[in-house]
């Protein structure tokens, strides 16, 4: 158990909806990163944010956006879905960021996109 | 950003040392070596990580040669719970407003009985 926690587990859902992915960082970590995986892609970095900002961005489409909230855990909201945005997506977190941080990761959300 | 190369696959038997080679021919002075791996759709773990030194944990062993442009990570006695996906990353250089792990390919390390 790395201590990070994603919700829900699982998403189905139809195209053009929009849904909230929801992360808990690891207790103590400032950081929290998340990332995509699809089939095609790879692990694809999207977006990070430290003690609620945002800190560097990825290949994050525009109809995509995160937050991170005072209490430290962040939301992906994903709107406007399409087929192709069906991937695992997985939250991080580290006590960074420094030079050399170790991430940990959740056990990720599996969408799908009917 | 410095690019690394993995095979694709690797195959180890039960209780062999399982040793997965990296290149990172372009990697430059301040950038540090990380080893992740992922079993089965799981969270990517992290195992190791290195800037010249040769690195151990309890898990594995970083090997990174004096010009730096390679790496091997060694788990010395592979188990089946060993098979997953390992990624070696050249980690960007922390610039003081961003940092980020680039995740590649990775190589497929099977173990078997």
């Known amino acids: 158990d790395s201590g990070v926690t994603q919700t829900p587990k699982h998403l189905i859902t139809a195209t053009g909806q929009r849904v909230t992915l929801r992360c808990s960082p690891r207790?103590?970590?400032?950081?929290v990163y998340w990332y995509q995986q699809s089939l095609d892609q790879g692990l694809q970095f999207l977006i990070q944010?430290?003690?609620?900002?945002?800190?560097a961005k990825g290949n994050i489409l525009e109809r995509f956006s995160a937050q991170q909230f005072p209490d430290l855990h962040s939301e992906l909201n994903l709107s406007s879905l399409e087929l192709g945005d069906s991937a695992l997506y997985f939250c991080a977190s580290s006590d960074g960021p420094r030079g050399n941080e170790k991430l940990f990761f959740g056990s990720g959300t599996q969408l799908s996109v009917l | 950003d410095a690019k690394t190369t993995q095979p694709p696959s690797m195959d180890c038997a039960e209780g062999r040392a399982a040793n997965l080679p990296c290149n990172h021919s372009t990697i430059s002075g301040n950038e540090y070596v990380y080893w992740y791996r992922q079993i089965h759709s799981q969270g990517p773990q992290y195992i190791i990580h290195g800037l010249k030194n040769n690195e151990t944990n309890e898990m594995a062993s970083l090997i990174i040669t004096e010009d730096r442009k390679s790496s091997t990570l060694i788990l010395p006695h592979a188990t089946l719970r060993d098979t997953a996906v390992y990624y070696c990353i050249v980690r960007v250089p922390y610039t003081g407003t961003a940092s980020k792990l680039t995740f590649g390919t990775g190589t497929r390390l099977q173990v078997t009985l």
């Open positions: 944010y430290y003690n609620g900002e945002e800190r």
């Open positions: 207790s103590g970590d400032l950081s």
